[in-house]
């Protein structure tokens, strides 16, 4: 058990709801092993007390938190500075307390890529399928045309696949939309390497695929951003198809944020370990 004084510094994760997270198990495992004088903690904020949650960082000097549902958006124009990533993607996931200058970073998207990349995919080049359009899409999207990837979107509701997919042409030509639903739509999958599921279908058991099993061969990668085996995924395994779950990406993005607090290089494969506890 970690020694608390009067000394420990405090960072935390604010959302709602938030008690499922298992990022304060990572966090502190890094900081135990690094020695350093820090403890991680879950606040559950109401939706409505935003504003007085990250005024009281300052009060209070946390010197860090991560962002999660429903706050990723509500959260900016609280902060005192955003990193043009955060800003380009619209959202927010890591805010470092700067000696009372709250800044705010996104590190879902690169988190995302360093997931990828450990598994040996680089997607410079890769034709890669979205699911969804929503903030985790967002963050994904974004990341993948800086890589270099060619990116096509498709959503339940296309209009807001369109709308992502025009705010993101000032970063790169190579996105497009895909509705899933048009009768080409089969010729045009078979020809990426990489599917996404960003979408929340899945987060239940009995959830439908968000994409016709039909659709999914051999040739493709299949990722989750969900952190559980999802129907989608446990489809693809069955047809023989490589899949990612969203662990490395709640990894990755944490191994970032920590990097951004404390200047250090945080111990991965003990931080991983921690997600594995059920
Ligand atoms: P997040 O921050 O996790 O991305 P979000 O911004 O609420 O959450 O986005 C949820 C995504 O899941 C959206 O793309 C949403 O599609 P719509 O834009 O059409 O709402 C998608 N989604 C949610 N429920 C879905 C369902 N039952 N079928 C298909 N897509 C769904």
Request: charged content about 20%; overall charge neutral; hydrophobic content about 40%.
């Amino acid at each position: 058990m970690k020694k608390i004084d009067a000394n420990t510094d405090i960072y935390c994760i604010l959302g709602y709801p938030v008690r499922h997270s298992k990022s304060p198990m990572m966090h502190n495992k890094a900081f135990e092993i690094l020695g350093i004088n820090a403890c991680y903690v879950a606040f559950e904020i109401r939706p409505g007390d935003l504003g007085d949650a990250i005024k009281s960082m300052k009060a209070l000097g946390i010197k860090g938190a991560n962002i999660t549902i429903p706050f990723k958006e509500d959260v900016i124009p609280l902060l005192d500075s955003i990193s043009d990533e955060a800003r380009d993607i619209g959202a927010v996931n890591t805010i470092k307390n700067d000696d009372g200058i709250l800044r705010g970073f996104n590190t879902d998207g690169v988190g995302f890529v360093a997931s990828l990349k450990e598994n040996l995919i680089n997607p410079k080049g890769l034709k890669v399928l979205v699911l969804g359009a929503g903030g985790a899409s967002r963050a994904i999207v974004y990341s993948l045309i800086k890589e270099g990837a060619h990116v096509y979107i498709s959503n339940r509701t296309m209009q807001k696949a369109i709308l992502l997919c025009n705010q993101m042409r000032q970063f790169s030509t190579s996105i497009q939309t895909l509705d899933i639903n048009d009768i080409t739509a089969k010729d045009t999958i078979s020809d990426v390497s990489l599917i996404v599921n960003t979408t929340s279908l899945g987060l239940k058991p009995d959830d439908p695929l968000p994409i016709p099993a039909t659709y999914l061969g051999k040739q493709h990668i299949v990722c989750d951003i969900i952190y559980k085996k999802t129907p989608l995924l446990k489809e693809a395994s069955r047809l023989g198809i490589k899949t990612i779950d969203g662990s490395g990406m709640l990894l990755h993005q944490g191994v970032i944020a920590f990097e951004i607090w404390t200047g250090l290089q945080p111990p991965v494969e003990e931080m991983r370990k921690q997600l594995e506890v059920v």
